[in-house]
């Protein structure tokens, strides 16, 4: 196999005394989706953000794209070209268009021309279906169609690899569904996705392996299918059980 | 000595209050530039220059505007150079109003939300270009009503220039007050003039708050 898009080794991380993540290892390779499931505090979200280096690590490495994950701003820049991040509550500059959230990165980050940063925000806006809404303001969007533009905003840095941080769960169940279907059309296109999720039904139905984190660690992971189907731990037989009350 | 209040005290009292709007003007510039980046250095993730913006600002907010112009215009002198008094002013003052500008640029830029930071971050902008494209835009709308606020402020407290006998529109009245012995006219004209400064000022801020307010 080729080398992984992403790869952890051994990551550990703590806040004082807490200890958030303990020797986490995952290999992510080019066009695979992996979902990250777990209850809150199991350090899903952190591991996420250690990827692109919102967050610090105390040991291990990180490697993205073949760029190592470190502290150096210019090195990080570098790296984030190439992973796309979305987050829980969207973070679209309220100040500024949709057109202009999409296009700010390519033409600051990338020094890209106006007129070649338009076209692409028109194409990425098409893809997420929302070509009508270009020049819009985030405000008069609702919470969907936000994340949508959030989505073609990370797009439109034609990132190697995207991050998807618990992105639907602010959302009403009507508005998750045209998010979930967004990210579906990206995983039939190819794109290597780490995604933070609750979302049982996306992780069983479009994700290629699933993780499993617990008590800051992947506790197990495996092809969908295998994880749900027969999951081998008490602690994931546990969580799935209980997921499905919901 | 001793004249009526007449035309040649209010042509005086309007040169005054002229240099009462030159030192307002440098002081909002200078002291606008300098608190903006000593704001810059206090939200900065280095603790040296965090350390010293804040020193800067705790000094200078904790003592009064008057002992800031004698300091100035004082201080030199133990060196033997006498500072003109204009520029004695205009320094002590931006001194004074950069400490108060960068504290309420400082609270305006950290009133915007923390994953505006992030995710223009996570987008591989720089420092500054987030600060230029992301923050500050936001930022401007919060400090406005507060900045155009002070800056009616600084219109005010020039009046304690005159003290080191810089003739302001104050010390004109002073002086006019000396040779007609009619204070309450003379003092209700400098009032008056003032009054004629700042009112446009607040109006002007208090229609900025009001737009902005609309528009959130």
Redesign the interface.
């Known amino acids: 196999m080729s080398m992984p898009v992403v790869s952890l080794k051994g990551i550990t991380k703590s806040y004082g005394t807490i200890q958030v993540l303990r020797d986490v290892s995952l290999d992510v390779e080019a066009g695979e989706v992996v979902a990250v499931i777990g209850r809150s505090g199991s350090g899903k979200s952190t591991m996420l953000r250690c990827i ?1 280096g ?1 967050e610090s690590i105390q040991g291990g490495t990180i490697t993205v794209a073949g760029h190592v994950v470190t502290q150096t ?1 210019k090195q990080l ?2 790296l ?2 190439e ?3 979305v ?1 829980q ?1 969207f ?5 500024l268009t949709v057109e202009q959230n999409i296009s ?2 390519p033409r ?2 990338k020094k890209m021309a106006a007129e070649q940063a338009r076209g692409i925000a028109c194409r990425v806006l098409e893809q997420v279906g929302l070509s009508e809404k270009i020049d819009a303001y985030p405000q008069q969007l609702s919470g969907g169609q936000q994340q949508r533009v959030a989505i073609a ?2 797009l439109a ?1 034609e990132p190697k690899v995207m991050l998807f941080d618990e992105v639907t769960s602010a959302l009403d169940p009507e508005l998750t569904g045209e998010v979930l279907k967004v990210m579906e059309q990206l995983a039939e296109r190819g794109m290597t996705m780490v995604v933070v999720t609750h979302e049982m039904g996306f992780a069983r139905h479009v994700a290629d392996n699933v993780v499993f984190m617990h008590k800051g660690t992947v506790w197990e992971q495996g092809t969908a299918e295998v994880f749900f189907d027969s999951p081998r731990t008490p602690e994931l037989q546990q969580f799935l059980r209980s997921s499905k009350v919901k | 000595m001793i004249h009526q209040f007449g035309i040649h005290d209010i042509l005086y009292l309007l040169s005054g209050a002229g240099w009462t709007l030159i030192l307002s003007a440098v002081t909002m510039i200078g002291g606008g530039m300098i608190g903006f980046c000593v704001a810059l250095m206090r939200i900065s993730s280095s603790h040296v220059l965090h350390g010293i913006a804040v020193v800067y600002i705790e000094l200078i907010q904790s003592t009064p505007v008057l002992m800031v112009v004698f300091l100035v215009y004082f201080g030199p002198g133990i060196f033997g150079i006498e500072l003109p008094k204009f520029p004695a002013a205009a320094l002590a003052l931006v001194v004074y109003s950069s400490a108060f500008f960068a504290e309420i640029w400082r609270g305006a830029i950290q009133s915007v939300p923390r ?2 930071w ?10 500054l ?1 987030q600060l230029r ?2 923050i500050l ?2 930022a401007v ?1 919060v400090s406005l009503p507060p900045t155009v606020g002070f800056m009616v402020q600084v219109v005010k407290n020039t009046s304690v220039t005159s003290i080191v006998g810089f003739v302001d529109v104050s010390r004109a009245g002073q002086l006019i007050s000396n040779a007609t012995f009619q204070p309450f006219r003379v003092y209700l004209w400098v009032a008056a003039i003032y009054f004629v400064i700042c009112y446009p000022m607040s109006v002007i801020s208090r229609r900025i708050e009001r737009k902005f307010n609309v528009r959130r």
Not at chain 2, 120 to 127: C, G, Q, R, V, Y
């Open positions: 692109n919102l701003a820049r570098e984030r070209r992973v796309g991040m987050f509550s973070n679209l500059f309220p100040h700010l990165a600051i980050a905003r990370s840095m | 994953p505006q992030e995710a223009s971050s996570a987008l591989a902008l720089t420092w270009q494209y992301v835009p936001q709308r």
